[in-house]
Each structure stands twice: as structure tokens, then as C-alpha cells.
């Protein structure tokens, strides 16, 4: 089953403009991570935020993380039309299985 | 490149057939990870392996799936007796361990006529 909820499920900017998604998450985790998959390809991994982490950089991304509410936020700045794919936020929970738990997604298209 | 790979890209068969995909996950990672992923959706896990040993299966893989890793390198997933609902792209992923990030394959579609 999806561990929470992505929103929005759909997002659509213009380049240059920032893009922000949302993730809530329902169980205790090791760590929350993000990921890009661009249409009929494979997962790439973003960035990864520890639970004991309250914000991280990596570029162009910003990710925030509050255990408190079990949510998430990713920002990607000064987007580019290849910026064009779905994101998911997967949470690795407590234990040392690795497994992630997937949420729907967002969607982002960024128009030229 | 020495990323994660997965064959075939695309599989089309008729329902109740069998099949089998392969992954090539990097070489020095000792997890191994399958995810199944339907349209519009995130990947949903399926099963994953620490060097040859399978530590954990989800509900979701009913009794025709099965998994191995032998040798504690490539992976194999059949599916016996396909069936309509097994319509998916198949995920592997790999990774250091547990709570590190994972790279995943390009997936294998199937699609069951």
C-alpha cells in the first residue's frame, strides 16, 4: 500500500519559475527520499534526508523534512523544460530493511 | 556503464504463460530490490535480497512469483501463470544496504494479452 499522499498530483510552470511538492507520510521513518522518473524510464535517485535532518541542498533542490507533521517539501529553483517529469518521495522505514514506500507522485510539466 | 539493468525492456505474452526478467544490479551492491509500478502510480515493493539471501516478501507477490539471486548477483523474477492484473513495469533497484539510496533499472514492461 502507498505510504501517504503527494500533492499536487499534477503541476504545470514555466521555465525559470520554482516548483514546490508536497508528501505526508504515515509511519516512523529511517528517511524520507525523492526521486525523479522521466516518462517509460527508470528511477533516479534526488536526494536523501535523514530523519534526525530538517533541511538539505543538493543544487537546485531544496528538501525539508518535519517528523512532527510526517511531511515533506522539494523545491527545485529557476526550473528548466528538462526538468519534465514525475516525482515521488519514498520513506525508508525504522528497521534496516531499505524497503521504500512510494507515494503517488507529482507530475510536473515545465513549459519553454 | 555500470548502472542497473534489466532485460528484456518489454515483454508481451498471452495469460497463463510464464515468464522471467533479469537484473544486473551494480556490482559492488549487496541489496537487491523489486518494485512493481502500474500507470499513474509509485512503485510498490516486492521483495528484496541481502547478497543471495530473500529477507523479506510483500503480500503483494502471490504464490506464482518467485525470486531469486543465486549467486548473490543478477536477480531473476518469474511469473507463472500470468494473469490480466499482472500488466506492469517491473523495477529493480540496488543499493549499499539499508537506509542508503537506490538505483534503479529502466524496468521491464509487461504486458499480458
Known amino acids: 500500500s502507498q505510504q501517504g499522499e503527494e500533492d499536487p498530483q499534477a503541476l504545470s510552470i514555466q521555465e525559470g519559475e520554482n516548483a514546490t511538492m508536497n508528501c505526508s507520510y504515515k509511519t516512523s521513518i529511517n528517511n524520507l527520499q525523492w526521486y525523479r522518473q522521466n516518462s517509460g524510464r527508470g528511477l533516479v535517485h534526488l536526494i536523501l534526508?535523514?530523519?534526525?535532518?530538517r533541511e538539505k541542498h543538493s543544487g537546485r533542490l531544496r528538501v525539508t523534512l518535519d517528523t512532527s507533521k510526517k511531511s515533506s517539501s522539494l523545491l527545485i529553483t529557476a526550473s528548466r523544460a528538462a526538468d519534465t517529469a514525475s516525482y515521488f518521495c519514498?520513506?525508508?522505514?525504522?528497521?534496516?530493511?531499505?524497503?521504500?514506500?512510494f507515494g503517488q507522485g507529482t507530475t510536473l510539466q515545465v513549459k519553454p | 556503464d555500470t548502472g542497473v539493468s534489466q532485460d528484456p525492456r518489454h515483454k508481451i505474452t498471452k495469460r497463463g504463460q510464464n515468464v522471467t526478467f533479469r537484473c544486473d544490479p551494480i556490482?559492488?551492491?549487496?541489496?537487491l530490490y523489486w518494485y512493481r509500478q502500474t500507470l499513474g502510480q509509485g512503485p510498490e515493493f516486492l521483495t528484496y535480497f541481502q547478497n543471495e539471501a530473500q529477507l523479506e516478501k510483500s503480500r503483494l507477490l502471490s504464490d506464482r512469483f518467485s525470486a531469486e539471486r543465486p549467486k548473490g548477483s543478477f536477480s531473476t523474477l518469474e511469473i507463472q501463470r500470468t494473469e490480466q492484473g499482472d500488466s506492469a513495469m517491473y523495477l529493480c533497484?540496488?543499493?549499499?544496504?539499508?537506509?542508503?539510496?537506490?538505483?534503479f533499472g529502466d524496468g521491464t514492461r509487461l504486458s499480458i494479452l
Open positions: 519514498a520513506t525508508d522505514a525504522e528497521g534496516n530493511t531499505g524497503k521504500l514506500i
Open positions: 534526508i535523514r530523519s534526525n535532518e
Open positions: 556490482s559492488e551492491h549487496n541489496r
Open positions: 533497484a540496488s543499493s549499499t544496504g539499508g537506509n542508503q539510496p537506490q538505483h
